[in-house]
């Protein structure tokens, strides 16, 4: 079993719209180093931590989803209406992935981004390195589970 970050606008897809819809695809990725993880290393069974990002003052973690499909092509690179098109991929060789998340739990409170930073535990967490912009980011297992306790403080 592997752990992961995924980060979403909540604007865009919230831990509430996942709980509500109770398995949902992480669709509109366009970055070939999450497609790879996608496709190479994401199992179902693997537990994720849903991340609000670009929320305003309550940036951070606010839940657990867990895999429950495999990558297979992105639906949204094929339909010109959507937010996340590209014209350059096809059906016969599909650029971009998706996987199935469901929800597992919603935190009683967001771990924010400010807190994440400021423990010293997590000094090496990809969150917080600089530069590391990616939207999905593995995690270690004691990462995982520190990052569970905290957010359930």
Known sequence: MKYWLMKCEPHEYSIDDLEKDGVEKWTGIR?????NMFRDEFKVGDLALFYH????KE?????IMEV???AYPDPLQFDKKSAHPD???????PRWLTVDVKF????????????????????????????NRLSVMPLLKTEFNYLVKKAIK
Not at 53 to 56: H, I, L, P, Q, V
């Open 31 to 35: 970055n070939y180093q999450v497609r």
């Open 53 to 56: 990002s670009n929320a305003g």
């Open 59 to 63: 940036i951070g973690v606010v839940g």
């Open 68 to 70: 429950c499909k495999e």
């Open 87 to 93: 014209p350059k991929s096809d059906l016969a060789n």
């Open 104 to 131: 597992i739990g919603k935190f009683p409170r967001t771990l924010t981004l400010s807190e994440i930073k400021s423990d010293s535990k997590l000094a090496n967490l990809h969150l917080v390195q600089k530069g």
